[in-house]
């Protein structure tokens, strides 16, 4: 019986689309082997990215799948959001979190957290209002007001991975600290925007359903990031109970990933931000269950966890790049291509504006809270920021497909639109503007001024990078700190009180019950048998 099984398998293999399957699968990995070499060799490159490069390599490989099957179609694999949201963004989250230098993102956390998550609202009302006000004139389809707010959730979504590939963390570690921390909460309050809109009518919008919204906007905020935070915990407390390492090394790298993915399907599971869940695991599980294991498995998941997120990045770039020539939904907006250019080109233009009607003012009224010159974010820091964060990428890409496709097939008029000028927007924005930024960082901030900080009385804070290795992440002492005289003094030095009164509560509490550096007690074949001696 077996046999016949086996047998059966290996005939199905031989069916056509199986066969097809198999080819396609081929194809893309050699495919994402090419974006790596390409991408190596265009490390020094002042103009070229490894994000430019998958996109232009999609591209090139849609034209040539357009000609072999004689314009049927130009990708390999259909796109599917459920392919992007539950496989291919959480090892990136994941990964930004567990990488982050904590001291450094919580030390600009008032300044991140006002541009991660009031700018994103602030761009989220400006680009819904004109989306309202110009596109219901304009006759593109059976598009109703939700849909209007959904295109301001979804042109608010910057691209945080191609903003960390053209911003250098050595050259401009305020910037790219604060470009990088803003670009994961605005991920994550774009996509909790854009599920809080699927559960109102819209229609009828008054007080009442503007407050519910708003509600519901903070409570899965919130709900998400305790879920984050607890599943950490627990992995955490688990590993450093039962000494896993002891035995195997493996199961408790396994055990790191599967926790971190299971906080991240609990999420969607409860219908919360499974985005902002997984970013605060991995900041949980760097700070604490990333002491409780063993040096090699400290190494491993490091490692395991960059691999996973480069993979990931490469592959959603690749195929946006294939995804835009598909014929489909071309063919859907083509009987009016002045108009899907145009509403491509309004569509750019709502985000130069969205994302400028924050920058600007916000960063005006962070400079009122710093007294010296030298702790303001600059006239030229300021567009620098402002252009950084212009491009629109994968996630952008995922919730117009969400919101607009069904299985990612569209047969309404206005919705094939909406997708080809995403489409449009995405490659626009990423390589125009992500081309051009290093060359405008090198305009306006010449080497004598990627040294300025913004706290001059803690340089290490702007000087370090954001993203490092877990050495060091926990070396600076909270010893010495001066506390605060006025509310003025709080706002403008906000870690001198938040991260001392922390320091305190994480070790007399946390550490002690959840492990982590200096916390983990010693016994054979724990981590503190190696970083006794070690010195970690």
């Not at 509403?343 to 600007?360: E, H, K, P, Q, T």
Request: hydrophobic letters at 50%; glycine letters at 8%; a neutral charge.
């Amino acid at each position: 019986m077996g046999l016949e099984v086996a047998a059966a398998g290996m005939g199905a293999l031989n069916t056509t689309s199986d066969y097809a399957s198999v080819v396609s699968i081929n194809l893309f990995v050699a495919l994402l082997c090419a974006c790596i070499v390409l991408g190596h060799l265009l490390e020094e490159n002042r103009w070229v990215n490894e994000s430019i490069t998958a996109l232009i390599i999609g591209l090139c490989t849609g034209v040539v799948i357009l000609l072999t099957t004689k314009g049927k179609s130009s990708h390999i694999f259909v796109f599917s959001e459920d392919l992007f949201f539950i496989y291919l963004l959480p090892p990136i989250i994941f990964n930004a979190g567990f990488q982050v230098k904590k001291k450094q993102f919580f030390r600009n956390f008032m300044t991140i957290t006002l541009f991660g998550a009031v700018g994103t609202m602030i761009s989220f009302f400006t680009i819904s209002i004109a989306a309202i006000a110009i596109f219901s004139r304009m006759n593109i389809g059976t598009l109703d007001v939700g849909d209007f707010l959904a295109i301001g959730a979804i042109f608010s979504a910057t691209d945080s991975v191609c903003t960390l590939q053209v911003l250098n963390q050595d050259e401009t570690p305020f910037l790219y600290s604060l470009v990088f921390g803003e670009g994961v909460v605005n991920d994550a309050t774009s996509i909790v925007l854009f599920n809080a809109l699927q559960n109102f009518d819209l229609v009828h919008i008054d007080a009442g359903v503007v407050l519910k919204f708003l509600g519901n906007f903070f409570y899965l905020f919130l709900s998400s990031t305790f879920l984050g935070v607890f599943a950490g915990l627990l992995s955490a407390y688990i590993i450093k109970k039962l000494y896993i390492g002891r035995h195997s090394t493996d199961r408790e790298v396994a055990l790191m990933m599967l926790m971190a993915y299971l906080s991240y399907m609990l999420a969607e599971l409860l219908d919360l931000s499974g985005i902002l869940t997984v970013f605060f695991c991995g900041i949980v599980m760097s700070h604490y269950t990333w002491h409780n294991v063993t040096e090699s498995s400290r190494v491993t998941t490091k490692h395991a966890f960059a691999t996973l997120s480069f993979i990931a990045e490469t592959f959603l770039f690749l195929y946006v790049g294939m995804d835009a020539l598909d014929i489909e939904k071309w063919e859907f907006a083509s009987d009016r291509p002045g108009k899907s250019i145009g509403i491509s080109s309004i569509l750019l233009g709502l985000v130069l504006i969205g994302r400028a009607a924050f920058v600007f003012p916000l960063s005006f009224l962070s400079n009122l809270t710093k007294k010296a010159p030298n702790e303001k974010i600059t006239w030229r820091q300021q567009i620098v920021i402002w252009w950084a964060g212009l491009m629109r990428g994968a996630v952008s890409i995922a919730l117009a497909y969400n919101k607009f496709t069904r299985s990612g097939h569209t047969q309404l008029h206005g919705n094939a639109i909406m997708i080809t000028s995403t489409i449009t927007v995405v490659l626009f924005s990423t390589m125009v503007f992500g081309m051009m930024t290093k060359p405008l960082i090198r305009l306006l901030l010449p080497a004598s001024s990627h040294a300025v900080t913004s706290e001059p009385s803690s340089p290490k804070s702007l000087n370090s990078p954001l993203l490092t290795s877990m050495q060091g992440s926990d070396l600076e002492s909270s010893t010495n700190i001066v506390r605060p005289s006025s509310l003025r003094m709080l706002l403008s030095k906000p870690t001198h009180t938040v991260h001392y009164y922390w320091r305190k509560f994480d070790d007399a509490l946390m550490r002690p019950m959840f492990g982590g550096r200096g916390f983990v007690p010693f016994s054979p074949g724990s981590p503190t048998e190696h970083s006794v001696h070690g010195g970690r």
